[in-house]
């Protein structure tokens, strides 16, 4: 085998490797492809989830771990983003679909175990997982939104949830090839709710993104670093490792103690 192809990488590897391997559990990255302040790509969801995706996978595979990472969706949903020039958008039931079509194969082909790695917060994966185990009980479906792993204040100065610290210095640690030099980035300052209940965030309503920032960024990214984005890469890949080693072990008719 050439020595950069990744056995565990979908879009990397070959019928000749996989129709002798048996891989128990897929990982699916999720992004999106939107507006990320003035200095982000586009892709800056898809490029992190894949990327978390692909290391985790690594360390999981080198303690043994049958996991197979497909190919990352690079739509997500965007309702409250569709006015922002050349933001796309899944309807949540367009995105319902895809994953049932994803899960029918994995079923029929007894990869049993999926797990959603996600990295945008419009999409939403809850109702669906629940509707989609009614109609494929034998699977053992799990969700991760990896950027609500980790106590984001332990290694970022600034928060926010969008194209902030955090994003930008992922970005700058993993493709700082695609980011803007600092004089551009805008301040990701963000129009709070005028309805107390939706402002403290005890009561939710979808943000109209175009209404609420002017950069399109929520979070100053001032303070972002390629170190800082390192050192929270390395602890989340790790931290996401262990899950997909456990996922992998486990008998999904056993799993409760
Ligand atoms: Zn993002």
């Known amino acids: 085998m050439h020595s950069d192809m990744r056995p565990y990488i979908l879009s990397e590897t070959n019928w000749y490797t996989t129709k002798n391997e048996k891989f128990d559990l897929a990982v699916l990255p999720w992004g999106a492809t939107e507006a990320h302040n ?4 586009y892709s800056s969801d898809n490029v992190e989830s894949e990327s978390i995706a692909a290391e985790s996978a690594r360390l999981a595979w080198e303690n043994g ?23 796309l958008n899944l309807n949540p039931t367009t995105q319902m679909a895809i994953l049932s079509d994803l899960i029918d194969v994995l079923s029929l082909q007894k990869i049993k175990k999926l797990l959603i790695l996600n990295g945008h917060g419009g999409n939403d994966f809850k109702i669906m997982v629940r509707e989609l185990g009614v109609k494929y009980p034998e699977m053992l479906l799990g969700i991760c939104n990896w950027y609500q792993i980790l106590d984001k204040k332990q290694y970022f100065d600034n928060q926010g949830d969008h194209a902030d610290e955090m994003e930008t210095s992922l970005l700058l640690y993993l493709r700082p090839d695609l980011v803007l030099s600092r004089e551009k980035w805008g301040r990701g300052t963000e129009k709070k709710n005028k309805i107390k209940g939706f402002r403290e965030g005890w009561a939710w309503a979808e943000r109209k993104w175009s209404k609420i920032t002017e950069d399109t960024g ?8 390629a170190e800082k984005g390192k050192k929270y890469f390395d602890s ?8 997909l080693v456990e996922m992998c072990k486990a008998d999904p008719g056993d799993l409760y103690e």
Do not use: M, W
């Open 218 to 225: 929520i979070g100053n990214p001032e303070l972002a670093s």
């Open 236 to 243: 989340l890949a790790l931290k996401i490792s262990g899950l």
């Open 65 to 87: 771990a049958k996991v197979i990472v497909l190919p990352c969706i690079p739509v997500g949903v965007n309702t409250g983003q569709r006015d922002i020039y050349l933001d």
């Open 38 to 41: 003035f200095h982000l790509p």
